[in-house]
């Protein structure tokens, strides 16, 4: 089970950081990573962390603002995002991928959580 928190209204530049609580699973055993996803239109991958502490990044648009962290120990993972724009305004979820590499794709990731909003405005 994952279960994400953090999400909320934020002022374009501003930053948040999302959190992502494992359950019922071995962390160290899978690569994670965060997706978002406005309704009606396509998933778009973000990051992924793999069991090494290897990162891909699947989206230009967030590269050089957000970062993917995990901490295996407390079976947590974060998206820490800075100069968030209005175009960032989405569900945010954290995923899993069924290996300890990250998929190619967003796709590639198994399953994930219900999601956080993040409201990106002025």
């Known amino acids: 089970q994952l279960v994400e928190s953090g999400g909320g209204f934020v002022q374009p530049e501003g930053s948040l950081r999302l959190s992502c609580a494992a359950s019922?699973?071995?962390?160290?055993?899978?690569?994670m990573g965060w997706f978002r996803q406005v309704p009606g239109k396509e998933r778009e991958g973000l990051l992924c962390m793999d069991s090494s502490g290897a990162t891909t990044n699947y989206a230009d648009s967030v590269k050089g603002r957000f970062t993917i962290s995990r901490d295996d120990a407390n079976s947590m993972v974060y998206l820490q995002m800075n100069n968030l724009k209005p175009e960032d305004t989405s569900v945010y979820h954290c995923?899993?991928?069924?290996?300890?590499?990250?998929?190619?794709?967003?796709?590639?990731?198994?399953?994930w959580g219900e999601g956080t909003l993040v409201n990106v405005s002025s």
């Open positions: 995923a899993a991928a069924p290996s300890v590499r990250c998929p190619s794709s967003v796709y590639g990731l198994s399953f």
């Open positions: 019922e699973f071995t962390l160290p055993k899978y690569a």
